[in-house]
């Protein structure tokens, strides 16, 4: 056969399966083959067993060329995702989740960590004696070769608190990055050398600022507005994908220092891309907006106007746009400012020093200088709108304050609304001021306090601007969580692709993926005096009954060789009964333990463990079966 009679055929061909379809066509209708001579004697034998009504359904695949067409795209696309599956980052908080504070989150790739804010929470009634609670570090001390950088939103003590502690964790040589007065208010918990006076290295840092830290990381810091100067988003770009973590933050379109809202780089980034967005929950239950920090001044104004003698004012150490309009209204209005509470003293320190904060000349004066001048020419600045017991705005309330004694036409404002857990300790502050006849001014619909956390349409304002692949709502109890999940809902991202984790989750990051993968060791170190992680459940629960039934010391000799009793028992009790009025039960308390020592004498038992502990049970029944109570017992045996 030659090339011209191939090229031929080769042109036939299309037109042979034409026919054949049409011959299949009618063979629906029962009508036989013409051209099956040209069948190979196989396709024969086939054709036999196959019935003209089923011909048809043999060749029907034949036709759907664009199903097949479908399957070839999805084989295409399978390997591409299993190549973004394989370049994977973990994002991990160890604390901000389930709880207000001690805000802690890290992010790993390969063989790095960074790590974003280091906070405290401040103790509950339930932590009898406990200074301050901070994260669990026991991961980041398993992996402290691998940290990187410390990255730091902002100066307040739910994300500044445990720096300290940390590096105490991990090598002094990983930098600390963050803006001036951050870096300010966490240099000087370092001096303060409560727990560490080496420095670690401090890189400051502004709006737009990329870092690159470790092999792999670049971390963005972009400007946000909040209850503080030089608060930061941080976007962290890695070779597995992207996260951005908000910080605290609200949209304040006014704010005092001028410095807003980075809009543009914001909706760069998300133009950009974000695989997954962190972000604060605070207010995710509150509709609406958030008011401007610049409402609250002019509700000072108010006030200011209003009050006929000294003004005391109640406010948050760290709140350097709110102690500004203070300042600017005291000067207005003639008065001088007398400030009581060290944190305050250290903040007014270092925020002026740095520019943050404009004082008029001689506007301060000392605290013991304020009964020297006229009543409607002062204003005293203190701490204590929580309700502390040793702030300085107690010991006011309680008449306790070495300076300063509350008097009919004061005007006391509480610039703040009660942290959850502490409103009793400021409905009592509040009451005990009233008692004076002083003008108490703590309402929240007063206007002299707002908050610094976005409201509803302000995090859909953030959900818009970064349009993320996937969100996973930070800093907030369950409930707060849960409402942002449902905002996050309502602006568009699948309910799939949002991650509600816990303090200590590894949420597995992809660019086509975020989900929890497992779990590491997370939760709280108390924090007491010097003793760091010393206090465990063991020791809380003695001191919660020692806060509830008080202490019983039980006295006793025994000579060393005998074991018989040579003096006592004596009893005496601490925060139990008042023994004058109650030596009735305590004698017969005695008895009962005199009874069972006489027993171990007879018996010539000699082991002190097994006397300590039958004469505590024997102590114990008596106490519960008379009067219901527990105590602590503590037998304490002299050997002579």
């Given at each position: 056969?030659?090339?011209?009679?191939?090229?031929?055929?080769?042109k036939?061909?299309?037109?042979?399966?034409?026919?054949?379809?049409?011959?299949?066509?009618?063979g629906?209708?029962?009508?036989?083959?013409?051209?099956a001579?040209?069948?190979?004697?196989?396709?024969?034998?086939d054709?036999?067993?196959?019935?003209?009504?089923?011909?048809?359904?043999?060749?029907?695949?034949?036709?759907?060329?664009?199903?097949?067409?479908?399957?070839?795209?999805?084989?295409?696309?399978?390997?591409?995702l299993?190549?973004?599956?394989?370049?994977?980052?973990?994002?991990?908080?160890?604390?901000?989740?389930?709880?207000?504070?001690?805000?802690?989150?890290?992010?790993?790739?390969?063989?790095?960590?960074?790590?974003?804010?280091?906070?405290?929470?401040?103790p509950?009634?339930?932590?009898l004696?406990?200074?301050?609670?901070?994260?669990?570090?026991?991961?980041?001390?398993?992996?402290?070769?691998?940290?990187?950088?410390?990255?730091?939103?902002?100066?307040?003590e739910?994300?500044?608190g445990?720096?300290p502690y940390?590096?105490?964790k991990?090598?002094?040589?990983?930098?600390?990055?963050?803006?001036?007065l951050?870096?300010?208010?966490?240099?000087?918990?370092?001096?303060?050398?409560?727990?560490?006076k080496?420095l670690?290295k401090?890189?400051?840092?502004?709006?737009?600022?990329k870092?690159?830290?470790?092999?792999?990381?670049?971390?963005?810091?972009?400007?946000?507005?909040?209850?503080?100067?030089?608060?930061?988003?941080v976007?962290?770009t890695?070779?597995?994908?992207?996260v951005?973590?908000?910080?605290?933050?609200k949209?304040?379109?006014?704010?005092?220092?001028?410095?807003?809202?980075?809009?543009l780089?914001?909706?760069?980034?998300?133009?950009?891309?974000?695989?997954?967005?962190?972000?604060?929950?605070?207010?995710?239950?509150?509709?609406?907006?958030?008011?401007?920090?610049?409402?609250?001044?002019?509700?000072?104004?108010?006030?200011?106007?209003?009050?006929?003698?000294?003004?005391?004012?109640?406010?948050?150490?760290?709140?350097?746009h709110?102690?500004?309009?203070?300042?600017?209204?005291a000067?207005?209005?003639?008065?001088?400012?007398a400030?009581?509470?060290?944190?305050?003293?250290?903040?007014?320190?270092?925020?002026?020093?740095?520019?943050?904060?404009?004082?008029?000349?001689?506007?301060?004066?000392?605290l013991?200088d304020?009964?020297?001048?006229?009543d409607?020419?002062?204003?005293?600045?203190?701490?204590?709108?929580?309700g502390?017991?040793m702030?300085?705005?107690?010991?006011?309330?309680k008449?306790?304050?070495?300076?300063?004694?509350v008097k009919?036409?004061?005007t006391?404002?509480i610039s703040?609304?009660?942290?959850?857990?502490?409103?009793?300790?400021?409905?009592?502050?509040i009451?005990s001021?009233?008692?004076?006849?002083?003008?108490?001014?703590f309402?929240?619909?007063?206007?002299?306090?707002?908050?610094?956390?976005?409201?509803?349409e302000?995090?859909?304002?953030?959900?818009?601007?970064?349009?993320?692949?996937?969100?996973?709502?930070?800093?907030?109890?369950?409930?707060?969580?849960?409402?942002?999940?449902?905002?996050?809902?309502?602006?568009?991202?699948?309910?799939?692709?949002?991650?509600?984790?816990?303090?200590?989750s590894?949420?597995?990051?992809?660019?086509?993926?975020?989900?929890?993968k497992?779990?590491?060791?997370?939760?709280?170190?108390?924090?007491?005096g010097?003793?760091?992680?010393?206090?465990?459940?063991i020791?809380?629960?003695?001191?919660?009954?020692?806060?509830q039934?008080?202490?019983?010391?039980?006295?006793?000799?025994?000579?060393?060789?005998?074991g018989?009793?040579l003096?006592?028992?004596?009893?005496?009790?601490?925060?139990?009964?008042?023994?004058?009025d109650?030596?009735?039960?305590?004698?017969?308390?005695?008895?009962?333990?005199k009874?069972?020592?006489?027993?171990?004498?007879?018996?010539?038992?000699?082991?002190?463990?097994?006397?300590?502990?039958?004469?505590?049970d024997?102590?114990?029944?008596f106490?519960?079966?008379?009067?219901?109570?527990?105590?602590?017992?503590?037998?304490?045996?002299?050997d002579?």
């Amino acid at each position: 056969m030659n090339l011209e009679n191939i090229v031929e055929k080769e042109k036939e061909a299309p037109k042979k399966k034409t026919r054949r379809r049409k011959y299949y066509n009618k063979g629906k209708q029962g009508e036989k083959a013409p051209n099956a001579e040209v069948l190979t004697e196989a396709k024969k034998t086939d054709e036999t067993k196959v019935t003209t009504q089923q011909q048809p359904k043999t060749q029907t695949p034949k036709k759907r060329v664009p199903a097949k067409k479908v399957e070839v795209q999805e084989e295409v696309k399978k390997p591409v995702l299993k190549t973004e599956k394989e370049e994977k980052m973990y994002v991990i908080p160890l604390g901000g989740l389930d709880e207000i504070g001690k805000n802690m989150t890290l992010v790993q790739y390969r063989d790095e960590i960074i790590i974003i804010d280091s906070g405290v929470t401040f103790p509950d009634d339930g932590l009898l004696g406990i200074d301050l609670v901070i994260p669990d570090f026991s991961y980041i001390e398993s992996n402290k070769d691998k940290i990187k950088g410390l990255f730091i939103t902002h100066g307040h003590e739910d994300h500044i608190g445990s720096v300290p502690y940390l590096y105490q964790k991990i090598d002094k040589s990983v930098p600390l990055h963050g803006g001036k007065l951050t870096l300010a208010l966490i240099k000087a918990k370092f001096e303060s050398g409560e727990v560490s006076k080496i420095l670690p290295k401090m890189r400051e840092v502004k709006g737009r600022d990329k870092i690159r830290v470790g092999k792999y990381f670049e971390v963005e810091f972009v400007s946000v507005t909040h209850s503080i100067a030089d608060a930061y988003a941080v976007v962290v770009t890695t070779p597995a994908g992207r996260v951005m973590y908000t910080g605290d933050f609200k949209i304040d379109l006014t704010p005092v220092d001028g410095d807003g809202v980075d809009f543009l780089r914001l909706a760069q980034i998300g133009e950009e891309g974000v695989d997954l967005l962190l972000s604060d929950s605070t207010n995710s239950e509150i509709d609406g907006f958030t008011p401007s920090e610049r409402s609250v001044g002019e509700a000072f104004k108010v006030e200011f106007t209003k009050a006929k003698g000294r003004i005391i004012i109640a406010a948050f150490a760290s709140h350097v746009h709110r102690l500004q309009q203070i300042v600017n209204i005291a000067h207005e209005h003639g008065r001088k400012i007398a400030i009581d509470g060290r944190s305050l003293i250290k903040v007014f320190d270092i925020a002026s020093t740095l520019g943050y904060l404009k004082l008029p000349e001689n506007i301060m004066i000392n605290l013991s200088d304020v009964d020297k001048m006229r009543d409607n020419k002062v204003v005293i600045l203190c701490t204590g709108t929580q309700g502390e017991p040793m702030a300085a705005l107690s010991r006011i309330a309680k008449n306790m304050h070495k300076h300063t004694k509350v008097k009919e036409g004061d005007t006391v404002i509480i610039s703040a609304t009660p942290i959850p857990g502490n409103e009793r300790a400021v409905s009592n502050n509040i009451n005990s001021l009233l008692k004076y006849e002083a003008e108490v001014v703590f309402k929240k619909i007063a206007g002299i306090h707002v908050s610094g956390h976005a409201s509803k349409e302000e995090q859909k304002l953030m959900l818009n601007l970064i349009k993320p692949k996937h969100f996973m709502p930070v800093h907030g109890e369950f409930k707060m969580l849960k409402a942002h999940k449902e905002t996050a809902i309502e602006t568009g991202i699948p309910k799939g692709n949002i991650v509600i984790a816990t303090n200590g989750s590894k949420v597995e990051v992809t660019k086509s993926s975020a989900k929890i993968k497992g779990k590491v060791n997370a939760g709280a170190t108390l924090v007491d005096g010097l003793g760091v992680g010393d206090i465990g459940h063991i020791v809380l629960k003695d001191r919660q009954q020692l806060s509830q039934d008080g202490v019983v010391i039980v006295v006793f000799a025994l000579d060393k060789e005998t074991g018989k009793v040579l003096s006592g028992p004596d009893i005496v009790t601490r925060g139990f009964v008042y023994s004058r009025d109650s030596d009735e039960i305590l004698n017969e308390a005695n008895e009962q333990i005199k009874i069972k020592l006489k027993e171990f004498e007879d018996s010539a038992i000699k082991d002190w463990t097994v006397i300590k502990n039958s004469v505590r049970d024997v102590a114990g029944k008596f106490f519960y079966n008379k009067i219901k109570r527990t105590p602590v017992i503590l037998p304490i045996i002299m050997d002579v």
